[in-house]
Nanobody, 122 residues
Framework: QVQLVESGGGLVQAGGSLRLSCAASGRTFSNTNVGWFRQAPGKEREFVAIITSGGVRFYGDRVKGRFTISRDNAKNTVSLQMNSLKPEDAAVYYC????????????????WGQGTQVTVSS
């Protein structure tokens, strides 16, 4: 079992930055792939980024070049640095762990956090 808790969400102006964190507890975290998704009202949950257990990173097209995912295995945390935020980035952001199959699909992840709200004002 892996428990995930997100933090760092809030209100930011367009063009600003936020840093989200995902704290993990439970089984060995360093062996776990961890991803970030987001879901805006009325829309499907969308892949944002993933960092594998080996430190390889992949990003969704809409955030590439603006967001950076990183991990600190000693602290059991994965972070998402979000820069140049746009109003369309507003959503509830979720971290998720363990992947089987296509890492861009919600169904590939076994564990999910409760989410943290990001609001971007124009």
């Amino acid at each position: 079992q892996v428990q995930l808790v997100e933090s760092g969400g809030g209100l930011v102006q367009a063009g600003g930055s936020l840093r989200l964190s995902c704290a993990a507890s439970g089984r060995t975290f360093s062996n776990t792939n961890v991803g970030w998704f987001r879901q805006a009202p009325g829309k499907e949950r969308e892949f944002v980024a993933i960092i594998t257990s080996g430190g390889v990173r992949f990003y969704g097209d809409r955030v590439k070049g603006r967001f950076t995912i990183s991990r600190d295995n000693a602290k059991n945390t994965v972070s998402l640095q979000m820069n140049s935020l746009k109003p369309e980035d507003a959503a509830v952001y979720y971290c998720a762990a363990e992947t089987r199959g296509d890492y861009q699909r919600v169904a590939a992840y076994e564990y999910w956090g409760q989410g943290t709200q990001v609001t971007v004002s124009s």
